[in-house]
């Protein structure tokens, strides 16, 4: 995956700067994925994929990639995560749930299907619903909003909950096809950074979904933490893509001084600093995913373990990489000085870029904080 | 000045960030503070100005524009500080100083003049050079950049350096008309932040200045620390700017909690630290406001350590709000969480706003290290 | 005051490393002040003291002192606070209070009197109690801690809670002479630091106290605003404490660093970053205590604004000296190396010192937190 | 390793307040250590020893001493290291070296030899000397500070030039026997923290020294990055220290809020932060050790790359580790507030202790700035 990913890199450095003014999203770079067959590098080969497993092997593409584009890695993550969840779905899930998960992955496999996964509702409007519908199946209506990758997306990961008379009302995931009639993909995402992952809005007007492309999964309030292992799963490849914004201030940073010549005593304190960080920054995200992969693949115990120990191990970096990432964008942007703060400079867009670390699920900060609290104050769980 | 301000901050704040995405001049706003006399506030009364005298009541009046629209704030810091020092040239220079500075002065007072100053040479180019012109007077040749508020100059204040056979060069500081034939102002102006402020750049070509149309300053390499105090005056006032950004940043996040209606642990914590380090930020600013004022109007010692005074209270804190302003301002973001990260939120203008400060002269980062940890060790003069 | 203080600031240093060695008061120190009508100083005029009522100043003394020692200067807190809270009795309170404060001050003024205060309950126990005595008055019982300043108090003031069959609980000030039955002053502080402050155990065991020796205040749970006033004024002039704890470990480190002669590059950023915050830390507490002054003494208003408005100064100041004084404490051992860390050092004193000011009352950082983001968030009333 | 530590755990724990309060060193631990085989632990098995070679299980074996007293790990890291460095002369050097080698390590392995390594000259006297004695053999003469475990070394290894007329100085390493005439160990240490490791002085004067117990290196200015290996295995270890310091200082505070069974808003914002930075820490010191076992014993490339590269990581972990522990420990105190500011509470000496990380050799933290910023930004050898 790496060597593939490695000839595109050029080409999205180039386009980076353009699309990031423009709002514009990356269609020819991935057509260059899909036609390469990175779309599908988390499909198993038996559907068609290159069967990467690993989540610190996605982490590191994803960081490899952010390097000259972030927003081009975060569209990607969606496509690379949702291979992940759904062979899981396909290995582990009931009959059902496993023939919906091959119909999407060998679509991925091929490059026919390109996935994108929509959990947040926009605005302040009901929240998503899946509605029985008359001639049988479901009626999807709700709008849904930072679903990236959007612009090329065959098909949506709608996260949504049933409203059906005499059941408590279930969490659950519809697939639906972009042809969909009632389904608008906007073009409204203009964010502060990464604009150039599509991150728009989806509006969902009674669309709708046969009974078995939907994935069911508990009551709304049910709280189960074997649940927080698929969770960890889709997000925590996504510190890769903040940690490659670090290295690429860094390697910007100090190739300019170096052709300065000349460094100045607080020039020589803020790198020294930011070497120190990058390297925390490395290590602990290289240890989060390496938790992670083990748990995923080798560890055999208590499902709600499993979920709580990923989730804890993903949080305790996640908020490290959330101080430490923009910490060093900002160290470098004062090295660098006045000519950072043109448009045209790399750490413009890289100081905006990094501070989408903060928002992504899960946890925001206040949620971390109370989660990671809860955890070892309440629970006890963690003495290491 | 303040109650002339505040007929214009709805207007201001309407517009800023319409002007902020097109990286638009709020042309409007001053032709509003021109008709007001906004722009000749810091013009003498005998003049036709305010006769406002107090860098303390400018950096008040800065910091309540920056509120509304940072960009604002600093392209009209331009025609307020040059009417500081302009004065001071008035009162105290020698008469072909005082000609000057009364003409521009008067203009200024009357609306007819808005004159913006240019200090920071562009690109890898020849420095900015004043040459003796055949016909009598001087030549101007060069490259400016970062030109704040020079969309709607009629005249240029441009640093450079004499070159005259058989003399040493010195620094002066040419004025131009904007009519003069070779002065180009180019509309190139598109930075991370300050993004209405028309920080364009100026192009010189051969430009004709009368004998009497230059301040002359020492030799280039002449060290003089009385110098130190207006390069104090000029800038110590933008100050203003930057907390008037943390200001914004913390009641919109503070009104926003309060409609939310339920503040979580973690953005209790990040509050509480906004409202202190906010507090510090306004203080330490206000102190060495206050501390220039004094030494400008009521010190009657040494000039050399009255600049030296000035110059290190202005860098100390200076350095204090490159640290806090920034850091309120991310600690908002992480508070508010995704809906900062709209284009459209004041908190992601903010964010790109605040950066600018450590860019700002004098110094940047690693000079005010120099200077300070010099000053403190090798002088030792400032014990407290 | 401060130049009566300058008298004594040599022997104060002389003595500052061996008694916080040993753990020991300054018993000779403080006979001097006795003598020179130090503690006396917030006494008014009319009743013997020297008449200081600006917290300012006393803020001023406090760090004057604390430069030398700062366990000298929070013993040194006791006294002076208390003559500032006692004034305001005989100023404002009802005639049994007048007397009672009159007493006190009188005392305090000719040098008779050494009053410590004491507020926290020591342990577990049941909280200090007052009930009536069957002959009369009250009985004290209950042990209090941190009594700073007991090795030679003549009197104390002890806050406790009246049990009365009948009537709800009150809060209560009593006064009781060094020499009642009962009274045991234990020779048990032993601290990280502040350790030649004397800050002890009190021991009360049914210690008879007049009716006229007590100060009675609202019910417990009685929440009245015009109290943070007086909160204020016992506490914030110890932010000088802290202040001094920093400008010794700067000046110290800074003059060091003039005689080795050579600053390398990461020193110097500590330095210049050092001088930084010792500004911002000397303006902010300077502004805080301005605004205690303001309020205490020109304020005419609503005394449950007053109230709050002191408090919320103190605590957004308190906060960053917190914060600030530690920093740059401990950037100072990092310039200095490894001759900081031996006992001998002052670095090492001041490094153990300075880590007071995070317990000192009101507010510990978590109600500190709790307090500023509520006043912030649900109040709204502090917009600047 | 760790089993056997295991064992003296509790032991550790239970005398490191009195020891810290006395500043005495914990014979009975070593003594335990000794009998146990804990002192040979790093010793080939072929000399006697248990064999361990990994400096990551070195590290972790301190780490867990650490976590019950900082200042019996930093003793104990003096003899471990001191197997390891001894074992690669044993290995590698030639056969004077490696005998000189297998008779230490012989003796650390059978419990006979403790040996104590000092490398920093005491105070301002003129450099530790070898010069030619006239009988044979040399002449040792100066004053060592900061030798650890000192109290119970049977053998020195001390850091000295040569001075031998008519060559260049030479570094050397002389070993000298505890019984040799001229050789005083002082009971001088009393420092901030660490004071249980006995870190005193030794002084020297005219000490026999034979002709094959030294260990002669490049002459004194010349410059061989492959040394910086040797440096670093001499010391990355003691990374452990640090973070078992901030891990008892972590499990102290969570288990004291999980006893008091509220935790208020601004303690759980301390908590979380805490989890992540001790995570961050731990991943760090965990990937440095890791990266220093592979260059040690699997890397067969250029022994200058090596040295480099094994500094370069250590250095970058150093900084990092010298942030994140005292920031951690610093946190604690906060959140349990005034009962961690007794002498009694661990977290007191945790905070004393964790401050001597910024002053271990090498580097301290300017020369760690000039370094790190040097590799990076001059040699452009680092880009990951």
Redesign the interface.
């Known amino acids: 995956m790496l060597s593939l990913i490695g000839n595109h890199l050029a080409a999205i450095r180039e386009c980076a700067r353009e699309n990031d003014r423009a709002g514009a999203f990356p269609f020819d770079v991935f057509t260059g994925f899909r036609k390469d067959g990175v779309l599908g590098a988390t499909v198993p080969r038996e559907l068609g994929g290159l069967g990467v497993t690993s989540l610190y092997d996605v982490c590191l593409a994803l960081l490899t990639v952010a390097e000259a584009d972030a927003s081009t890695a975060l569209a990607l993550h969606m496509q690379l995560s949702r291979g992940l969840t759904l062979t899981y779905e396909w290995q582990h899930g009931d009959a059902a749930r496993q023939q919906l998960a091959e119909r999407l992955l060998r679509g991925m496999g091929s490059g026919a299907a390109v996935v994108c996964t929509t959990v ?1 509702d926009a605005g302040a409007g009901p929240p998503t619903s899946l509605t029985p519908d008359p001639v049988g199946g479901w009626r999807l209506t709700g709008r849904k909003t ?1 679903a990236s990758m959007a612009p090329i997306a065959t098909h949506f990961v709608v996260s949504a909950r049933t409203e059906e008379p005499g059941r408590p009302p279930a969490q659950a995931a519809a697939v639906v096809s972009g042809q969909t009639a009632g389904l608008t993909v906007l073009d409204n995402w ?4 990464m604009r150039a992952s599509g991150s728009v809005d989806i509006v969902l007007e009674d669309c709708h979904v046969p009974e078995g492309d939907v994935f069911l999964r508990g009551a709304v309030d049910a709280h189960d933490d074997a649940q927080l292992a698929g969770r960890t799963v889709s997000s925590v490849t996504m510190l890769g893509i903040y940690t490659g914004i670090a ?1 690429a201030a860094r ?1 910007y940073t ?2 300019t ?2 052709r300065r010549g000349r ?11 930011t ?6 920054l ?3 995200v ?3 995913l390496g938790t992670a992969d083990y748990l995923s693949y080798e560890y055999a115990g208590d499902p709600a373990v499993r979920g709580r120990r990923m989730m804890f ?1 993903f ?3 996640k ?2 990489v ?3 990432a ?1 910490d060093i964008v ?1 160290d470098c ?3 660098i ?2 000519a ?6 790399p750490l ?1 867009r890289l ?2 870029d990094v ?2 670390g ?2 992504m699920h899960p946890f ?15 629970t ?1 769980r963690y ?2």
């Open positions: 947040k930072l203009d964010g502060l950074g290295q390697d100090v190739s001084l170096a460094t100045p005593a607080g020039a020589k304190a803020l790198v020294a600093e070497e120190a960080r990058l390297y925390a490395r290590t602990t290289g240890a989060a191990a949080q305790r970096a908020l490290m959330n101080k430490l923009p900002a942007l004062t090295v000085g006045g950072s703060y043109a448009g045209a400079n413009s100081y905006r501070r989408a903060s928002f925001t900060y206040p949620d971390a904080v109370e989660y990671l609290s809860t955890e070892a104050v309440e006890g003495d290491g």
